[in-house]
């Protein structure tokens, strides 16, 4: 147990990382469209295809926050069955959440693949660079496709501590070595 522990603390930092850099893609989406607008305003001279970038870079950037989400487990959860039916079974509860979670990011990321074959073997462009799209909604692809196993090791997570009946910490709690509660 204390192994995956560890993976799961590895798999948040790692996923810390990939999010913030999103948000600094997401900053730089912002600024730069605040500052086609001041120019569109102050000298009638717009960023010349700027919407074609952001309208690529936001698949990437939204792609971007699904892995942390998922290492940190900040998905949303209904307790209030589980607080009336034990805290076993409330167990059983979770890791039946984490399969559902599972198998949902694996069929989303798995139409997000499909969809981004199909712009790329359609040739498919942006409409003033000319620039390929399927390139990108392949990353964000692969990015929704890499929370598979960032939710396999929470399923198997939540099974053993389903098992054992030890329930994972819940946020505010000092307990440093769960993903998702504060230290």
């Known amino acids: 147990m204390n192994q995956l522990l560890r993976l799961e603390r590895r798999v948040?930092?790692?996923?810390?990382?990939?999010?913030?850099?999103?948000?600094?893609?997401?900053?730089?989406?912002?600024?730069?469209?605040?500052?086609?607008?001041?120019?569109?305003?102050?000298?009638?001279?717009?960023?010349?295809?700027?919407?074609?970038?952001?309208?690529?870079?936001?698949?990437?950037?939204?792609?971007?926050?699904?892995?942390?989400?998922?290492?940190?487990?900040?998905?949303?959860?209904?307790?209030?069955?589980?607080?009336?039916?034990?805290?076993?079974?409330?167990?059983?509860?979770?890791?039946?959440?984490?399969?559902?979670?599972?198998?949902?990011?694996?069929?989303?990321?798995?139409?997000?693949?499909?969809?981004?074959?199909?712009?790329?073997e359609s040739g498919r462009v942006s409409w003033q660079l000319r620039i390929s799209t399927g390139p990108y909604w392949v990353v964000a692809a692969v990015i929704v496709l890499l929370c598979v196993p960032i939710q396999t090791v929470a399923l198997v997570a939540d099974v053993m501590r389903a098992i054992t009946g030890s329930p994972r910490a819940r946020e505010g709690s000092p307990d440093d070595s769960v993903p998702g509660t504060l230290a």
């Open 12 to 120: 948040v930092s790692w996923t810390r990382a990939l999010a913030l850099a999103g948000f600094v893609g997401l900053m730089i989406m912002s600024l730069s469209t605040t500052f086609d607008v001041l120019l569109r305003w102050l000298a009638n001279a717009p960023i010349r295809g700027l919407s074609d970038i952001v309208s690529l870079a936001v698949a990437v950037v939204i792609a971007t926050s699904f892995p942390v989400v998922v290492a940190q487990r900040q998905n949303i959860t209904i307790r209030f069955l589980g607080d009336t039916i034990g805290p076993r079974t409330a167990l059983w509860f979770d890791a039946f959440g984490s399969a559902a979670l599972l198998v949902f990011i694996a069929l989303v990321g798995w139409q997000l693949a499909v969809y981004a074959g199909e712009l790329l």
